[in-house]
């Protein structure tokens, strides 16, 4: 009788490191901060670009809003002192069903609309 083997315990032995991505995005490392995707990352980078030069304060990452028993987590959540407001961003590769929904619910129960980019 032959041994069985995972998955997990083939894609180790042909050298696959995990599952990939669906939207083929790559998870990107900037300033120890893993990144779900590389565009994620240069947004990140563009937006500490901004903070230097003082047009933007207060930047967070990965923040929460609950909606009605659902999390949703901005990637990103900023002070724009210009326009005097706050921001809350996503970056989208893909505007999946899921994120249209959490972004109407952010509009409904926040009256917050999400800047995507």
């Not at 047009?55 to 210009?82: H, S």
Request: charge should be positive; avoid cysteine; glycine fraction near 4%.
């Amino acid at each position: 009788m032959a041994d069985k083997m995972s998955a997990k315990e083939f894609r180790l032995l042909i050298g696959e490191k995990g599952k990939k991505n669906k939207y083929n995005a790559q998870k990107t490392k900037v300033e120890g901060i893993t990144f779900d995707s590389k565009k994620e990352a240069r947004r990140y980078a563009d937006l500490k670009l901004l903070a230097k030069q003082n047009e933007i304060t207060a930047l967070m990452r990965q923040v929460p809003f609950d909606l009605a028993g659902v999390t949703y987590k901005a990637d990103f959540v900023y002070f724009d002192v210009k326009e005097k407001k706050w921001i809350v961003e996503d970056v989208k590769g893909m505007r999946t069903r899921e994120y249209k929904m959490k972004a109407k619910q952010m509009k409904t129960i926040y009256d917050i609309e999400i800047l995507e980019t």
